[in-house]
């Protein structure tokens, strides 16, 4: 039976460790394996010694089969002979391995673990240029694309809430220069882009979209749009009285006007936050996005998804120069919205 630890479990690394580069590239279960390792440095004097955690805890299961313990093992196994490439702003650049020791006993849940003692000055004593953030956030990912992605991307939170990256660099930095498969861009943006961006959306803290950029006809980057779910939510969460309540009804045939409201709520929430990082994708301010999503309720009814949909395939076709100026005529129109062109 799967149960969930109430365990806040926080990855800190240096933003150098972030951009590594990995040649192999680590599946997800290897990420996670590490990145669930770091959270156990609750101390700087933890570096230096043997660290442990139980697989259950990993897993979140009371009971673990045997086709896990091997699985865990196997990663393990992998992860002990990886090395990452790291490089700093002056061109230097180092091959380093994750851990110098990683072990564990038959018929014992509990893994050992030492780190690489090269790797001290990328998870403690950081003073600035570092991220953090909650374990929960990638635990769900089944990708390990979404991951790295993912560890890039809220880096970059609060930075405009945009990151634009090279995408020969990103590919570089996922390990996949030399993969045949993704050499084509339609087959790298369905089994990277779009895979992350959909595991993030769903599971994460984040929402995110993203365009690609040109430089004549070749795809040179891409932009990513980036919010944070509990920004969009806590606005909605302290303004209830702009929710309109719709009925929802159980499996008994009641309705529970209580229980309705905060489903409402929620619901909304989630819609508004992909609303909203499409519309500051466009040049809107999170302010002016808010006073969409509170006049459309970020529904398929209001007609404001087809709205987005149809400005996508204009731009496409390159019907339209100027996409901002665009909705602010439509969104006069259609919701007699109101705002000052920059």
Same mark, same amino acid.
């Given at each position: 039976?799967?149960?969930?630890?109430?365990?806040?479990?926080?990855?800190?690394?240096?933003?150098?460790?972030?951009?590594?580069?990995?040649?192999?590239?680590?599946?997800?279960l290897q990420?996670?394996?590490?990145?669930?390792?770091?959270?156990?440095?609750?101390?700087?004097?933890?570096?230096?010694?043997?660290?442990?955690?139980?697989m259950?805890?990993?897993f979140?299961?009371k009971?673990?089969?045997?086709?896990?313990?091997?699985?865990?093992?196997?990663?393990?196994?992998?992860?002990?002979r990886?090395?990452?490439s790291? =490089?700093?702003? +002056?061109?230097?650049?180092? $091959?380093?391995?994750? #851990? @110098?020791?990683i072990?564990?006993?038959?018929?014992?849940?509990?893994?050992y673990f030492?780190?690489?003692?090269d790797?001290?000055?990328y998870?403690?004593?950081?003073?600035?240029?570092f991220?953090?953030?909650?374990?929960?956030?990638?635990?769900?990912?089944?990708?390990?694309?979404?991951?790295r992605i993912y560890e890039?991307?809220?880096?970059h939170l609060?930075?405009n809430?945009?990151?634009?990256?090279?995408v020969?660099?990103?590919?570089?930095?996922?390990g996949?220069?030399?993969?045949?498969?993704?050499?084509?861009?339609?087959?790298?943006?369905? =089994?990277v882009? +779009?895979?992350?961006?959909? $595991?993030?959306?769903? #599971? @994460?803290?984040l929402?995110?979209?993203?365009?690609?950029?040109?430089?004549?006809?070749?795809i040179?980057?891409?932009?990513f749009?980036i919010?944070?779910?509990?920004?969009?939510?806590?606005?909605?969460?302290?303004?209830?009285?702009?929710?309109?309540?719709?009925?929802?009804?159980?499996?008994?045939?009641?309705?529970t006007?209580?229980?309705?409201?905060?489903?409402?709520?929620e619901?909304?929430?989630?819609?508004?936050?992909?609303?909203?990082?499409?519309l500051?994708?466009?040049?809107?301010?999170?302010?002016?996005?808010?006073?969409?999503?509170?006049?459309?309720?970020?529904?398929?009814?209001?007609g404001?998804?087809?709205?987005l949909y149809?400005?996508?395939?204009a731009?496409?076709?390159?019907?339209?120069?100027?996409?901002?100026?665009?909705?602010?005529?439509?969104?006069?129109?259609?919701?007699n919205l109101?705002?000052?062109?920059?």
């Amino acid at each position: 039976m799967e149960i969930k630890f109430k365990v806040n479990r926080t990855v800190r690394k240096s933003n150098k460790l972030i951009n590594y580069r990995d040649k192999l590239g680590l599946t997800a279960l290897q990420q996670k394996l590490f990145l669930f390792s770091v959270t156990e440095l609750k101390k700087k004097e933890d570096f230096g010694t043997m660290l442990s955690f139980d697989m259950r805890d990993f897993f979140g299961k009371k009971r673990l089969t045997t086709r896990e313990y091997e699985t865990v093992r196997n990663a393990a196994a992998q992860l002990v002979r990886t090395s990452i490439s790291i =490089k700093d702003d +002056d061109g230097k650049w180092a $091959e380093l391995a994750l #851990y @110098s020791k990683i072990e564990g006993q038959e018929g014992s849940s509990t893994i050992y673990f030492k780190f690489n003692q090269d790797l001290r000055p990328y998870l403690v004593n950081l003073r600035g240029n570092f991220t953090s953030y909650l374990y929960d956030n990638v635990v769900h990912f089944k990708s390990g694309y979404s991951v790295r992605i993912y560890e890039l991307l809220v880096r970059h939170l609060g930075w405009n809430n945009v990151y634009e990256v090279n995408v020969d660099y990103l590919k570089e930095i996922l390990g996949i220069t030399e993969v045949k498969t993704y050499k084509t861009f339609p087959k790298f943006r369905e =089994k990277v882009l +779009d895979k992350a961006q959909n $595991e993030i959306n769903a #599971y @994460s803290d984040l929402t995110i979209s993203y365009e690609t950029v040109k430089k004549g006809r070749t795809i040179r980057s891409i932009r990513f749009y980036i919010s944070s779910k509990e920004e969009v939510k806590q606005d909605f969460l302290n303004h209830p009285e702009e929710v309109k309540k719709s009925e929802k009804i159980d499996f008994e045939g009641e309705i529970t006007d209580s229980e309705q409201h905060v489903d409402v709520q929620e619901d909304l929430a989630e819609k508004a936050a992909r609303l909203v990082t499409r519309l500051k994708a466009y040049g809107f301010t999170h302010d002016q996005a808010l006073l969409v999503v509170k006049a459309t309720e970020a529904k398929i009814e209001s007609g404001i998804w087809k709205i987005l949909y149809n400005l996508k395939i204009a731009l496409s076709d390159k019907k339209i120069n100027n996409p901002k100026s665009y909705l602010i005529k439509v969104f006069k129109n259609q919701y007699n919205l109101e705002f000052m062109e920059d």
